[in-house]
């Protein structure tokens, strides 16, 4: 199963959740970001490769869905509304990740 996971700047919180869940057996896991200055800028072949799409926060499903629209038509986007108040591997993120994401695995 391949998860793609979005936040602002891809330096935080979707890099942790791909760290976390890549080690999860037959799950392939990559993160990236809506700003154009993110690490891993979020892209159509991200979008078509994944099969589920976790963003962080509301923002982050308006901007992926006005830019691929038409790529998500049979995919599950799922919005985790996460903050940006973590660090990077953070405990209670990883906590909070493993809580919300798991039920959609």
Same mark, same amino acid.
């Given at each position: 199963?391949?998860?793609l996971?979005i936040?602002? /700047?891809?330096?935080?919180?979707?890099?942790?959740?791909?760290?976390?869940?890549?080690?999860? /057996? =037959?799950?392939?896991?990559?993160?990236? =970001?809506?700003?154009?200055?993110? /690490?891993?800028?979020?892209? =159509?072949?991200?979008? /078509?490769? &994944?099969?589920?799409?976790f963003?962080?926060?509301?923002?982050?499903?308006?901007?992926?869905? &006005?830019?691929?629209? &038409?790529?998500?038509?049979?995919k599950?986007?799922?919005?985790?509304?996460?903050?940006?108040?973590?660090?990077?591997?953070? &405990?209670e993120?990883?906590?909070?990740?493993?809580?919300?994401?798991?039920?959609?695995?």
């Open positions: 199963m391949n998860l996971f936040c602002s /700047e891809n330096r935080l919180r979707s890099p942790t959740a791909a760290t976390v869940f890549a080690a999860y /057996e =037959g799950i392939q896991a990559i993160s990236a =970001g809506t700003n154009r200055d993110a /690490e891993t800028p979020v892209s =159509g072949d991200l979008i /078509e490769w &994944a099969d589920i799409i963003v962080m926060e509301r923002s982050h499903r308006k901007k992926v869905t &006005a830019k691929f629209n &038409a790529l998500l038509k049979d599950k986007l799922v919005c985790l509304s996460i903050p940006d108040n973590y660090e990077y591997m953070h &405990a993120l990883v906590q909070l990740l493993k809580r919300r994401v798991e039920q959609h695995l």
